[in-house]
């Protein structure tokens, strides 16, 4: 059973780059077809998916988050890293790790518990 852990700090200032890493055990991350994404949800609203990186290495990001958003891994440690630069206190949510055969929500077989993650100076 594959399991994801995210981590990182919960509180970055106004205009740094945030950046989490997701863990994932019970599964290689350059396993064929799988997808591994980064989701969030701002206090009070939905899911808002932000990107992916596909097992083979390649990231797709979404077209709103584009210009701040980098994905990138390490397959030796099989992690997968989401740095997002100029924040704004508009970024302040819960970020979720997810993984699948896929790349929308549906597909989403895997989950992390996600980590709160506050802009505020």
């Known amino acids: 059973q594959v399991q994801l852990q995210e981590s990182g700090p919960g509180l970055v200032k106004p205009s740094q780059t945030l950046s989490l890493t997701c863990t994932v055990s019970?599964?290689?991350?350059?396993?064929?077809?799988?997808?591994w994404s980064w989701i969030r949800q701002p206090p009070g609203k939905g899911l808002e998916w932000i990107g992916y990186?596909?097992?083979?290495?390649?990231?797709y990001y979404s077209p709103s988050l584009k210009s701040r958003t980098s994905i990138s891994r390490d397959t030796s440690e099989n992690q997968f890293t989401l740095q997002l630069s100029s924040v704004t206190p508009e970024d302040t949510a819960a970020y979720y790790c997810?993984?699948?055969?896929?790349?929308?929500?549906?597909?989403?077989?895997?989950w992390g518990q996600g980590t709160q993650v506050t802009v505020s100076s």
């Open positions: 997810a993984g699948g055969l896929g790349t929308v929500v549906a597909d989403f077989g895997s």
């Open positions: 019970g599964g290689s991350i350059t396993t064929n077809y799988y997808y």
């Open positions: 990186i596909a097992y083979s290495g390649s990231p």
